[in-house]
């Protein structure tokens, strides 16, 4: 298993989160959870202050991660699921951008795409399309630049929601729907085991959730049944989940008597690994889905569960498991080439030196030769001498071996 430390940054109009946990494992562990206001009232000099607390941040981190991510607010985001009349992933893939662009009344390229399949009937496939105008993804981008970071993924709040909460269940064949209610506006997803099948942004905050809760049903009912009537696949909506609020008695009486499957509501950090680092864990403090959005952004950057990512096809790979796989096949390739360097330079290099030992040897031979020719032809004497043995060493030799009696 490949495991890494994965950060996700969240920019708000005053606020800069940062959360970093570690991928690799099925179940997130929240390993730091850093947040800096950002101050400043003029607009125009937002960028600059949103780069400044975001460095001061960064600064501040204990562990530091192998990767960034950039979460993105679903209320400026696009989302609609639309049909693809054929199969296949890759063709799929092609043809969404295709599809979307008759609901847009701007041109595709202006948007950032991306799709998650949920469903494949009759031949075709149903997506879930999701686009974020790309003058929006740029202006962060450009803050995150200015502090020194390049994102290897852009991803959305309300489907990084959604696949923290399938994390935390079992992997059942039951449909699921989440309400993440935020500090200023309210996400509802639907998920089926690990797929998530719809995501939709509800401009609602949690006051007037409470306030006007049959409004809220109204919209609820809605938005199931549009969903009902386009869904191919098997099962219907088992629960609704209420996340980041605890319900007032006159709201949860009413989302019952409304709805004909069952309501309770819970806190999701307050279940994951290290989820006490955030202060909507503790008793008494203000829940709302602070941190829960940029620790889902976090954990799906390895893998684990179903993201999307807007810069998938323009700067990064998809995970930080196939952006590791990638790196490490690169630096594989890179050994073995340059271990066959060394081995064919230590090849070539020993067949030169024993081509010139050779040389060598074969001249040494040629001056022996001509020395016995020399000492032996020419001068008439005999070299044996030269090597034999003197008569004062023999006897030597003889005295040593001759036994003392």
């Known amino acids: 298993m490949i495991t890494a430390k994965a950060a996700a940054i969240e920019l708000t109009s005053d606020e800069i989160r940062i959360a970093v946990v570690k991928t690799g494992g099925a179940k997130v562990t929240i390993l730091e959870l850093k947040s800096c206001p950002i101050t400043t009232e003029n607009p125009e000099l937002y960028p600059v202050a949103a780069a400044e607390a975001l460095s001061k941040t960064l600064s501040e981190l204990s562990h530091q991660p192998s990767s960034y991510v950039l979460c993105l607010n679903a209320e400026q985001a696009i989302i609609r699921p639309i049909t693809i009349p054929f199969r296949g992933k890759r063709r799929v893939g092609a043809a969404v951008q295709f ?43 450009d803050i995150l630049e200015e502090a020194g970071i390049s994102p290897d993924a852009i991803t959305l709040d309300a489907v990084a929601l959604a696949g923290l909460w399938t994390t935390t269940q079992k992997n059942s064949k039951e449909i699921h729907a989440q ?32 306030d006007a809760p049959q409004q809220a049903l109204r919209d609820l009912q809605h938005t199931f049944r549009a969903f009902t009537t386009t869904w191919r696949g098997n099962g219907e909506i088992q629960h ?118 050779r040389q060598i040897q074969s001249e040494i031979d040629s001056l022996t030769g001509e020395i016995d020719t020399l000492s032996g032809e020419i001068l008439g004497l005999d070299t044996g001498i030269f090597s034999d043995p003197t008569l004062l060493d023999v006897l030597k030799d003889i005295a040593i071996a001759m036994p003392e009696n």
């Open 99 to 141: 599809e979307l662009e008759p609901y847009l009344a701007f041109p595709i390229d202006e948007l950032l795409v991306d799709h998650h399949i949920t469903t494949e009937a009759d031949g075709e496939t149903d997506v879930l399309a999701i686009g974020i105008r790309r003058n929006i993804a740029e202006q962060q981008l």
């Open 179 to 210: 309400l993440f209610v935020r500090k200023d506006n309210t996400c509802l997803t639907i998920t089926q085991g690990k797929n998530i099948l719809y995501v939709r942004h509800l401009p609602w905050t949690a006051t007037q959730l409470q």
């Open 240 to 357: 609704l989940h209420i996340l980041g609020l605890s319900l007032e008695p006159q709201t949860r009486e009413t989302f019952d008597d409304g709805l004909p499957f069952p309501t309770t509501d819970g806190l999701l950090v307050s279940t994951l690994r290290g989820g006490g680092l955030a202060p909507a864990a503790r008793p008494g403090s203000d829940q709302l889905n602070t941190w829960e959005a940029t620790v889902g952004a976090a954990f799906a950057a390895g893998g684990r569960c179903t993201s999307i990512d807007f810069n998938r096809n323009e700067r990064s790979p998809h995970t930080i498991i196939n952006r590791t796989i990638t790196h490490l096949l690169f630096s594989t390739c890179l050994a073995l080439i340059l271990l066959l360097g060394w081995a064919l330079y230590y090849h070539f290099g020993t067949s030169k030196y024993q081509h010139a030992a």
